[in-house]
């Protein structure tokens, strides 16, 4: 009967009739993404990463969004992206991103993490299944998926800015075209020099990680996706031991991705997406990781907020 009511008052909730049909089709959890941006961001846990993330992303990061004028701001669009091996950014994002657009990201994230973290449905964010996406996406809202997964994230430090996505990973070509919404790369200039992780240092130090790829490549049956799943736990686990570290941090929007559906095969878009998104690393971080760059644009930047302050 509660479980019933809930569903009652989480379907009023949402306004939209076109979102308010789409969230039917979902249990409970999953309609939490369908509920209009301002209410998710209006949300306890929401203001609480309020404090945790906003504050420390702009004055210890000087946070900065550039390129959000590509963007229609009243329709759908998927933001594809690398993952970092930290896995620090992605709330961070989302939570400024809210204050900086008045619209929440819906992130896709691994089917195995959210019955660990199931808070993280308070951000918008749901397991990313195809039909889910499409629905947000038919439904309005902002969705962002990082195709390379956690594989990219455990492929070690020198692969840092590279994109790299398992052969088999095209879902997210398949939910745009048939949502009909433009694939919009986007990149964190010092994702990688934000945090350090001391487990992950020494984990790459050892080449555990193109160890762990080169078994993953394999592709044994059974052993490889049980190996996945474990791998992706317990580097998810491992990524909350961490060392902030004073980067300039800012979020490039790149140019939407044009494709055909009439004219362009799903195996072209997915590698125009790549090269779209690895275009827009290059142009944005083209020293690669480097501590001592991502510092020295802190410092730059911190220079001149002052001086416009005593110039005032």
């Known amino acids: 009967m509660e479980l019933t009511n809930l569903k009652k008052k989480t379907d009023k909730a949402i306004a939209d009739p076109v979102a308010r049909n789409e969230a039917r089709r979902y249990s409970l959890p999953t309609r939490l993404a369908f509920l209009p941006d301002k209410t998710i961001g209006e949300l306890w846990y929401f203001r609480i990463l309020t404090w945790i993330y906003y504050y420390v992303f702009i ?43 008045g619209r929440v990201i819906r992130s896709l994230i691994h089917r195995q993490l959210i019955p660990f973290f199931p808070v993280l449905r308070l951000l918008g964010c749901v397991p990313g299944q195809r039909d889910t996406a499409i629905s947000l996406l038919n439904s309005g809202f902002w ?23 398992p052969e088999k990973r095209k879902g997210f070509v398949h939910v745009a075209t048939e949502a009909q919404a ?19 240092f020494f984990w790459n130090l050892l080449g555990l990680g193109r160890l762990y790829s080169s078994i993953l490549a394999l592709n044994i049956p059974i052993f490889t996706p049980i190996l ?20 300039k941090l800012t979020l490039y929007i790149g140019d939407p991705i044009s494709y055909d559906t009439s004219k362009d095969s799903i195996e072209d878009i ?12 290059n142009r944005h971080q083209p020293q690669g ?24």
């Open 59 to 101: 004055c210890f990061h000087d946070f900065e969004i550039i390129g959000m004028d590509k963007i229609d701001p009243k329709k759908s669009c998927l933001f594809i992206s690398r993952h970092s091996t930290h896995n620090a950014e992605i709330t961070g994002i989302i939570v400024c991103s809210y204050y900086e657009t």
């Open 143 to 165: 969705v962002a998926v990082i195709p390379g997964g956690g594989e990219e994230a455990m492929v070690g430090h020198e692969n840092a800015y590279e994109v790299r996505w």
């Open 182 to 200: 433009p694939i919009v790369p986007t990149f964190l200039a010092n994702q990688e020099e934000m945090r350090w992780n001391p487990i992950l």
């Open 228 to 247: 996945n799943t474990i791998g992706e736990i317990v580097w998810f686990t491992m990524t909350w031991i961490q060392i902030p570290i004073p980067a």
């Open 270 to 281: 997915v590698e125009r997406s790549h090269n779209s998104l690895q275009a827009l690393i």
């Open 289 to 312: 990781k480097c501590y001592s760059n991502a510092i020295k644009q802190r410092i730059a930047s911190l220079k001149k907020y002052w001086i416009s302050k005593i110039s005032k």
